[in-house]
Structure formats: structure tokens, C-alpha cells
């Protein structure tokens, strides 16, 4: 939420949640207001705890059911928001076609926040491998469409009790 606050956006701004399926992010979205929210998960189960879970207020969510690879955007939006789905394609064609979608979808000036494992977090995810990124590999992947705001890493703490070591990536469309 960091972002979207300093970041200014208008409450009707075009917001998508990339893997956000069972995210709270939509939940602070609609606390604050924002009237153009989309969450797309490839697990319907997961959409489907989220809609329990807001209740009436899922009505003011679009919800979409897909592999981000496939994702055929209905509209340009002003602000991608990714937590960790683009760190589970790991052959070079799924991230071509992640970077490739995002490229097209996102307006002008329009923002795009990553978060990935960094070189220092783990190689698997949910029995899953997964590709990890630094500050220079991530920021080449996008250089082409996008600038480069900020890079920071975050460790993060599981219900495990184990530390998960993230790099988050804020890039502005060119």
C-alpha cells in the first residue's frame, strides 16, 4: 500500500493485483476507496476465499481466473501490483510473455511494483522452483518500456518462523 499512497493515485485509478488471490492488498484498496480494482489469480480456489472473505464488498472487485501468460488485459491500467507471481515463470518464453503483457497493459507513466525473491531468499516456493532476482537482473528484464524508481529488499518472516529474503521494484512506464 506504500506504493499506491506515494505514488498519488487518483480513487479511480485502474489498479491490478497480479496473484492476489488471497491477498489482503484488495482489502486496503477498498478501505481507501479505490473504485477500479482487478485481482487476477490462476486459482479460482484462492479468488474464491477472497470473495468469502470481503463479503458484499467482492461486488466492487473484477476478478479474473487466469494464467498471468494468457491474460488479455480489458483495459490499460495505471498500476500493476505483482507481491510474488513473476518469480514462479522460470523459462525464458512465460517471462517474455509477463514482460511482453505488462508492457502493453500499463499507460503511460503508468506504475508497475515487483516482488520477487532475491538472490538471497530461497529457490522454492510451495514444492515449486522459482527464479530469483537482483536489483540489475530485474531492472534489465523491464529497462526496455519501463524506469527504474526503487529497488529494496525486505526479508520477510513466514508462519514457519523462517526469513524469506525479497527484492521489491518500483518502475514507471516510459
Known sequence: ???VELFNLPLTA???DIGGGDSHFVDTLIDKG???IWVLDISARAIERAKQRLGARASKVHWIVSDITEFEPPVKFDF???RAAFHFLTTEDK???YVSIAEDAIKENGYLILGTFSENGPKKCSGLD???YSEASMSARFE???DR???IQEEHTTPFNTIQNFLFCSFRKK
Open 1 to 3: 500500500m506504500e506504493f
Open 14 to 16: 485502474n489498479i491490478i
Open 34 to 36: 479505490y473504485q477500479n
Open 80 to 82: 500493476w501490483h505483482d
Open 95 to 97: 517471462i517474455y510473455k
Open 130 to 132: 522459482i527464479k530469483q
Open 144 to 146: 526496455i518500456a519501463f
Open 149 to 151: 524508481i526503487e529497488c
